[in-house]
């Protein structure tokens, strides 16, 4: 079975521009979370979708938004990019249910400049 | 809010040692999740913990979830090189159980010296 793949692997975005970031989760898992991890700091969770809805987020503003698509892969989407967004950007899939086991991707490395 | 506190912030150990590292909360967890993040990748889980008191294996490595719920260690026995890396402890928000939704810890560094 893969793992989670993340696209792209790095990135530099000039501020106030908008990106897109991509995870594929592993097969058959219909769950993902979104994690912005800064230099140095532990990942902050930044949202979940679950079957293509939202189902709950973290402290970030409504310019972070994602998207769940039928084959459960997902996109992270950053408006109005501020230089503060750069960070290691990691989402993690699983098959849902309690304390399920989650699997993380290696990241997009975001840098705005 | 919740926050977890990871300490110590860095380690630096000769191979062979063992090696034991903390993470405290002044919130109730009902689960308590222990990370490896080497470079360049995502975090690997190493162990679950899911009920107070408990006390689980996983090779050189064992967890412990603290008794009050608030917190839980880790500890390596006879570290290696490939022991090198940052440590992550993390549970689910507001004592739910979704551990898709985990607040981090700020990571322990270990650098192991052959």
């Known amino acids: 079975e893969t793992g989670v793949t993340q696209s792209p692997t790095h990135l530099i975005k000039t501020r106030g521009q908008q990106v897109t970031l991509r995870c594929s989760s592993q097969?058959?898992?219909?769950?993902v979370s979104w994690y912005q991890q800064a230099l140095g700091q532990g990942p902050q969770f930044i949202f979940q979708?679950?079957?293509?809805?939202?189902?709950g987020r973290g402290n970030f503003p409504p310019r972070f938004s994602g998207l769940q698509f039928p084959n459960y892969s997902s996109e992270l989407n950053v408006n109005a990019l501020e230089l503060d967004d750069s960070a290691l950007y990691l989402c993690?899939?699983?098959?849902?249910?309690?304390?399920?086991?989650?699997?993380f991707g290696s990241g997009t490395r975001l840098t705005v400049v | 809010g919740q926050q977890l506190n990871q300490s110590p912030q860095s380690m630096f150990i000769q191979e062979g040692e063992d090696v034991s590292m903390n993470c405290t909360s002044s919130?109730?967890?009902?689960?308590w999740l222990w990370y490896k993040q080497d470079p360049g990748e995502g975090p690997v889980l190493l162990i679950a913990?899911?009920?107070?008191?408990e006390l689980t294996s996983n090779g050189r490595l064992t967890a412990q979830f603290g008794i009050t719920r608030k917190d839980s260690f880790l500890n390596i026995s006879a570290s290696i090189p490939s022991d090198v890396g940052i440590y992550f402890c993390a549970g689910p928000f507001h004592g739910s159980s979704n551990t898709g939704k985990l607040i981090f810890g700020q990571g322990t560094t270990l650098q192991v010296k052959p």
């Open positions: 919130s109730i967890f009902n689960t």
């Open positions: 979708y679950y079957r293509e809805e939202e189902n």
């Open positions: 913990l899911y009920k107070a008191g």
């Open positions: 097969s058959g898992h219909n769950t």
């Open positions: 993690a899939s699983s098959l849902g249910g309690q304390n399920s086991g989650y699997t």
